[in-house]
């Protein structure tokens, strides 16, 4: 019996004989590589994979729900805390991946440092019992600096965006911006981790936060339009209008 699954603009997955089957692209190869590497390196968060099978990239089915509603617990400090945790973990065994003939459907154009998630997020986190277990799709991973994945998680996670009444979209934050403040400087703090050279700064994370999201807007549009996708045309809107906010907002605040 086949299930196909909500989460996925991109590529929906398919839940079949409690294994993930997703359309294999020209990265599916390449993303097979990258999950055996960070499952040998003792990630047992993420999913193993199994190969590409008639035309499908199968992978193991892992427990837990994803969150797109944002209840309120997802804001709690602990919940920050370990997310910032696993991302640095995911970053440190993704630093030394090496494939030759490397496809990636998503090129970032920052300095190779790790493999990036990019869209490490709610909707990509599996949660049970309020707590992160698990991390899903990974169509759109490549190359590039760790503070290009921090930023958009922190984005994500803190979060970055306007608050009630700055913006025409149903994502604002529930903070006031010396609460994002507060919480940005732990996120940093926990994914740093004592070591100077992985402790970036807030300027560092927002000037690349709204470089991140001007480029994640293009995509959006571009790929919303290609593929007659009105959700991701959304998308595009929003991620354009939260850069300009940082940009103009933000950046004299703090």
Same mark, same amino acid.
């Given at each position: ?19 993930? @089957?997703?359309? =294999? ?18 990630? &047992? ?12 990239? #199968? ?63 709610? @909707? ?29 998680? =922190? ?14 979209? &149903? ?30 700064? #807030? ?13 994640? =807007? ?8 290609? &593929?007659? &996708? ?5 998308? =595009? ?18």
């Amino acid at each position: 019996m086949e299930q196909e699954l909500l989460e996925g603009n991109v590529n929906p997955p398919i839940l079949k004989n409690n294994k993930i @089957y997703k359309k =294999a692209h020209k990265a599916s190869w390449t993303i097979d590589l990258l999950l055996k590497h960070v499952r040998k390196k003792g990630m &047992n968060w993420i999913p193993e994979s199994y190969g590409i099978d008639n035309g499908f990239h #199968v992978i193991e089915y892992l427990k837990g729900k994803t969150i797109h509603n944002n209840p309120r617990w997802i804001w709690e400090i602990e919940v920050l805390i370990q997310i910032a945790t696993m991302l640095r973990q995911w970053h440190d065994a993704t630093q030394d991946f090496e494939c030759k003939k490397s496809d990636w459907l998503l090129a970032n154009f920052e300095k190779k440092e790790v493999i990036c998630h990019n869209d490490f997020a709610p @909707y990509n986190i599996l949660f049970i019992n309020k707590k992160p277990t698990g991390l899903i799709d990974f169509d759109t991973c490549s190359p590039g600096s760790r503070l290009w994945d921090i930023s958009y998680a =922190a984005y994500r996670f803190i979060p970055i965006f306007p608050m009630k009444g700055e913006t025409e979209f &149903n994502e604002y934050s529930l903070f006031t911006r010396k609460e994002v403040l507060q919480r940005l400087k732990l996120f940093l703090k926990v994914y740093g981790h004592s070591e100077k050279d992985k402790y970036f700064s #807030v300027d560092e994370t927002f000037a690349v936060l709204q470089r991140r999201l001007e480029v994640l =807007a293009q995509w959006s549009e571009e790929f919303g339009k290609e &593929n007659r &996708n009105p959700e991701l045309l959304e998308h =595009a809107k929003m991620y354009f209008e939260h850069s300009q906010w940082i940009s103009l907002v933000l950046g004299s605040v703090f």
